[in-house]
Each structure stands twice: as C-alpha cells, then as structure tokens.
C-alpha cells in the first residue's frame, strides 16, 4: 500500500493549514473513541450473554451504528495518512515530473469525485430520515450521516492534499482533462445505450483500470466507475451509490475487521509474538536452516491471532532476521520466504479474508476458521522443501544449541502466547462468542498477559494503536464498500447472469470451473488484493460453485489462497512489496528469489484444489 502523497508537515501560518490541522487531531480522536467504544462494548455484550445469561438486545444495534462512523471517519484517517489501497507499480516507473502530473491527476479524480456525491449522500440521508431502527426506535439518518460526513471530510482532506503536493499547472492540466473527458462520455451515452453490455468493459474495465494505474486508491477507482456507468449508461440516479457503501459497510461481522487489527498491535507490544519465536528457535533453531523453519512456523502461529498479514510479517521479521543473516543468509532470500509464509498462512484464522468471505458468501465463519488450518499446513510443508534444498549449505558455526533447562524456561514463558490462538478458536467453535466479538476476548486476553506475566505494556502506545487500527480499517472497509456498490451495479445491468451461463458452459465439469477460478483470483489478488476481490467477484462466483456442486467451503478456501497467491506474487502483488519494505530489501533484489517458493506454493494450491478433504475433511 502506498501513500497518493505524503503528509507534509503544517506549516505555523494559514488558517487553512492550522484549520486542517485541528480537524485531523479530532477526527483521529473520534476514530480512536469509536474503536475503544466497540471494544468495550462487544465485551460487555459477550459478557452479558455467555456468564449473566442476560443478553444486550440493542448492542449489535449500536455497535452497528458506531462501525459505519468508525469506517467513514477511519476512511479519512486513511487519506490523510495516504494508506488507502492503491497500486504503484506503474507511476514509479514514470520521470519525476510525470510523476508529479499523475499524482496531481489522481487527487484531483479523487476531489471532484468527493465533490460529486455529496449531493447524492445528502439525498440518501434525507430518504433515511423517516426510517426508524427496530429495537433503538431511532432515526436511521443517524446511521446514514456517517457516509456524508466522511466523504465531506474525504473532500476537505483531498483539497488540502492536492493544493500541498501539487503545481498549479498542474492541477489546471488535470481540471482541463476531465472536463474532456466528462465531455466525450456525454456525447457517447447514445452509443452507450447501443452497444448494451458491453459498455461495461469501458466503465468497469478501461476506467477502473486507468485509474488503478494512475495511482488513484481502489476505493476510489471502483466508485468512479460506479458513478460513471449509473450517470452515463443507465438510468439509475447516482444517490444509489452511497445507500449501497453503506449497505456493504454495514454488516456485524465487518467489526472483526478492526478488531483483529488492534490486537494484532496488541500482541506485538504485549510481547507474545516474541516469546512464541523465542521457543521455537530454542527447539529448532541449531539445526541448518533451522531459523527458516522457525520463520514459517512463527507466522503460522502469528496469523492465527493477528489476522493481518502486514503485522504477522512485521512481528517475525526483527527478531529473526538479525541472526539469520549472521548464518550467511542473504536479505533477499530471506525476504522471499517472508513473502511466501504470508501466501502459505492466508486461509489461518482469524484471516481477515475469510472474514469478508463469510460476510459476503453468507459461508459459515466458524467453518471457514475450521478449513483453513490445514491448508495453511500443506503450504508450510510445501515451503519447508524449498528450505530443505535451499539451506543444504548454511554455514551454522554461528548456531548454538540450547540446553533441555533454557528450553523449558522459553517454553513455559511462551505458554500465554500459545495459548491465545487456542482461546480465539475455540470461544468461536464453541459459541462463547461471535467471530466478531472472540478478537474482545483476545484483546483482553492479550493485555491481561501484557501486564501480569510479560510486564512489556507501554500504555502511551495505545492511542497510537487506536488510531492505526482506525485507519487501517477504514482503507479496507471503504473498499468493501465500493466493491459492493460496483457488485450492485454489475448485477443489475445482467452482468451476473452472463457470468453464470459462461461459467456453467466450462468443459471439464467443477475441476475446470475450480481451476479457471483459482486462476482468475490470483490475476484479481495481484491487482485487487483479497479483500476487494471477493467482495466483488464472491456473490457472482460462490452460486455458480454451488450450481455445479461444490462444497462452498472448499471453494472459499481455494479462492482465499489462491488470492494470497496473487497478492505477493510480482510484479503487481502489493504485498510482495509490502513484505520488501518490511525486509528493507529492494524489490529489485527480491524478485529473482521468489519464484522457487511460489512454485512450491502453486503445488500446494493444486493439491488444495484436487483433494476437497484437505480444506473440508475436519468439519
């Protein structure tokens, strides 16, 4: 992920600058409240319900609520900070003053878009007005005013962000090419009409995609080629479009999102992380390429608590790294089988993917946390042969085995850490808690070891982390957001129905439908990343599978890793990047590395594909 521009420093004079300022402040303290205020609130009701057998009829309700506000104003964190999703692999290649041009274009797309839907967010509160709640009997313009204050505020940031990192030749130029632009889709709505359906590879294919290249966030790509196809080819107003975010941001379970954010921040400043690789490297860590293994292992066991990909590698990397490349292990290398660990531990719970899967799929959550344990397993032993053959010549004089008394001390001290993953998956498996409200039971569990048998806690980290969790958050769910109104759209115009008659058309049966699929995900999480692709492309999918008799949470899994496949594979994986950044290692060095271990793990993803009961077998 990577910023449209970089936050520069405010300057002391201009109002406009200390205004700016001032809002940024109260909208991350919002955002940073409303996280704290969820959490809070999902213990009490788990608590409630499970040990006082008195549940909270209005919790979800208000929790609800709170999350499109957290989303929106966590959204607006995310453009300030410029961590929204957005690929980059195209503007680097560009001559720093093109560079500055398409910076310059893709925030003023950005603007003008803002611009464009307040009317049609405003509309759709004043529609929600009359609307009450079931159990609160309120307003549901309460909920509603979310997505209009967000993308007021969106707008306010973008305006700034643009005045701050552009020329103003530059902005001029973007302003004179999209007002040809607008002018040449007027005149084509005629044709448009003509042509039918396939106006649709205009909009949701050459639009989408010159905007993805130019460095425009996903989110935004996907709701300019939204609005673009409602006000030039169809007859649907565009006040549509923010009832639909709304809709696609709304759903309970998308509160896991933040949650697991959060305490992936948690363990890492708690110091679980640390102490479960401490052991490990104690057990296998003298052995030649013992440290690779304990790698795989480390992230393995990481992601099933963080459910983040970008906080998993960033917990292994330090404290491992250092001592691996004392044992002649070249930085690349080691960023390679980083990159890939993240690929092999995609479908571990509690992944945030397979949390959006069940959201959009209506695919049991708990299932899916069931079915991806083990083939998460077969990607580790299919990596463990790569470093099998790749470390045959380690130089290990700097190794030192650990005695049988250090090695119960780390592992007694790794008890908690190990414990946690336990505690995640079996309050959901049991019912003790929702797939959303087990990351409260984590949070408080992690903070609990924090300070009683760690004692690593540095409370002034949490606002910070609040507020990461805000943002990161916000950049995701704004996605799910677009994804779904653009899904909508598609759907309407009898995209869906094409889709399905294709699809079911396949010869070969559900093999060639699963292996055309587990192709089509990877090309979508090199280009999408998971979380945009399932939201846009699931619904459309996942009843063809059925259609065709395959076991739904088989084909969640195969799409889940096979989009994890994509997202770190070059040359577009954002989180191949994301994973050279974190190695401080260019990517330049990496890319030449990476592809034994992908080759290890497309074997892996076909024996998912071909042996349903590796993904289904424990159920």
Not at 223 to 249: C, D, H, K, Q
Not at 250 to 273: D, H, N, Q, T
Not at 513 to 535: D, H, R, T, W, Y
Request: hydrophobic fraction near 60%; glycine fraction near 8%; aromatic fraction near 10%.
């Amino acid at each position: 992920m990577e910023a449209i521009a970089k936050a520069e420093p405010v300057s002391q004079g201009g109002a406009f600058q200390r205004f700016d300022s001032l809002l940024g402040q109260a909208v991350e303290a919002i955002a940073a409240a409303l996280v704290l205020a969820e959490i809070i609130l999902l213990g009490w009701a788990t608590t409630a319900r499970y040990a006082l057998h008195s549940p909270l009829v209005w919790s979800d309700e208000v929790a609800t609520i709170l999350f499109v506000w957290l989303s929106m104003l966590g959204s607006v964190v995310a453009l300030r900070r410029g961590q929204h999703m957005r690929l980059t692999a195209f503007v680097r290649k560009f001559s720093p003053t093109w560079q500055e041009r398409a910076n310059a274009l893709a925030m003023m797309i950005v603007s003008v878009l803002l611009l464009a839907m307040v009317l049609p967010a405003w509309q759709h509160v004043e529609e929600r007005i009359i609307s009450v709640t079931p159990v609160l009997q309120i307003s549901e313009a309460w909920r509603e005013a979310a997505m209009l204050v967000g993308i007021v505020l969106m707008l306010i940031t973008a305006v700034d962000k643009m005045i701050r990192s552009s020329k103003p030749a530059h902005m001029v130029a973007s302003i004179v090419l999209l007002a040809l632009m607008f002018g040449v889709l007027q005149l084509a709505m005629p044709w448009f009409d003509e042509i039918g359906n396939y106006s649709l590879l205009i909009f949701f294919l050459g639009i989408v995609l010159f905007a993805i290249v130019l460095g425009v966030p996903i989110a935004f790509a996907f709701v300019l080629a939204t609005a673009a196809y409602l006000n030039f080819a169809s007859w649907v107003p565009i006040s549509i479009v923010p009832g639909r975010m709304s809709e696609g941001m709304s759903p309970i379970i998308l509160l896991a999102v933040p949650m697991f954010v959060f305490l992936g921040a948690v363990i890492e400043m708690a110091g679980l992380a640390q102490a479960m690789i401490a052991f490990l490297v104690s057990l296998i860590g003298h052995l030649r390429g013992g440290l690779q293994y304990v790698l795989l292992a480390a992230v393995y066991l990481v992601s099933g608590i963080s459910g983040a990909k970008a906080a998993d590698m960033a917990a292994v990397a330090p404290a491992l790294f250092p001592e691996m490349k004392k044992r002649g292990n070249r930085e690349s290398d080691l960023v390679s089988l980083l990159s890939a660990s993240a690929v092999m531990s995609e479908t571990i719970p509690p992944s945030i993917v397979l949390i959006t899967v069940g959201s959009v799929t209506g695919v049991s959550i708990a299932a899916l946390f069931t079915a991806g344990l083990l083939p998460a397993f077969v990607g580790l032993l299919a990596l463990c042969v790569v470093v099998f053959i790749q470390t045959r010549n380690e130089d290990m004089s700097h190794a030192r085995k650990v005695g049988n008394g250090l090695k119960l001390k780390l592992f007694l001290v790794a008890i908690p850490g190990l414990g946690l993953p336990i505690v995640i998956r079996t309050a959901v498996v049991e019912g003790v808690a929702t797939a959303t409200e087990v990351a409260t039971i984590g949070i408080i569990y992690s903070l609990i070891v924090g300070v009683l048998f760690y004692r690593r806690m540095e409370w002034r980290k949490l606002y910070p982390m609040l507020v990461d969790a805000a943002s990161l958050s916000g950049s995701i769910l704004l996605v799910v957001g677009a994804a779904t109104a653009m899904g909508w759209a598609l759907t309407q115009s009898g995209f869906s129905q094409y889709l399905v008659e294709l699809m079911q058309g396949v010869p070969g049966g559900r093999i060639s439908f699963l292996l055309i699929s587990a192709l089509s995900f990877i090309v979508l999480g090199s280009v999408l990343e998971g979380v945009p692709a399932i939201v846009l492309f699931g619904p459309l999918l996942f009843p063809i599978a059925k259609l065709l008799g395959i076991d739904e949470v088989h084909y969640a899994i195969v799409a889940v890793f096979a989009m994890g496949f994509g997202l770190f594979s070059p040359p577009f994986g954002v989180g191949f990047y994301l994973a050279c950044a974190i190695g401080r290692v260019s990517p330049d060095d990496v890319i030449g590395k990476v592809w034994p271990h992908l080759l290890a793990l497309f074997a892996a993803l076909l024996l998912i594909i071909f042996i349903p009961w590796i993904s289904v077998g424990f159920l």
